[in-house]
């Protein structure tokens, strides 16, 4: 299965990634998480990077494309993989788009996640993950204990620096002048598949699943 998720900053792509890595045994291959690994390895592209990503902009097309070019070619990607927050711009799209050609491979679908603003702006502001062991929370929707630390581990809850109301303004803004041209281009393609992101997780889960497997 290879397979992109689409979807504003919020929708939940990272949520079902996770979700059906277990589902289908493929790698989730997430530029945000490659790119804040960058950022606390303080690389020289995570220290170029993070100036993008902290305004809730677009780090370049080449850095973020040579990533994913790179992480594709590794051996577990062969069967399959989940891209989550790429392509965001049709030039990475088009990249994509080569590069799998170029292993003799194409996507077999593109699922987007529709959710709409001001649930988008809600879930992204009371968002925490913890710091130890990458479990996430939200302060209303899924709450930690009392002592505000991870249930699972006791580790500290992070708010991610993008997850501030301006910058997630700014995220959306993007999101929908160069990213949601996007759903045309797979829509042209027959790849994609509009999923409603509103429901709950295992529900978004199951239809995700029966839209895969009615291909
Ligand atoms: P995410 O965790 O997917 O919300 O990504 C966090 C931030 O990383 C984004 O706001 C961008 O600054 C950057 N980023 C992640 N994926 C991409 C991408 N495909 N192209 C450009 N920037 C990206």
Redesign the pocket.
Known sequence: MKLVLLGP?GAGKGTQAAMLVAEFDIPQI???DM?RAAVRDQSPMGIKAKE??DA????PDAV?VGIVCERLQQADCQGGFILD????TVQ?ADALKQTLSDMNMQLDSVISLEVNTESLVERLIGRRTCGTCGKGFHLKFDPPGSDGRCSVCGGELVHRD?DQEATIRN?MDVYHQQTAPLEDYYRQDGLLQAINGMDEIVTVQQKIVSALQAG
């Open positions: 900053p997430s530029t945000g790119l993008y990503m809730g902009g677009l780090v973020v927050g790429f392509p965001r990475q993008d995220r």
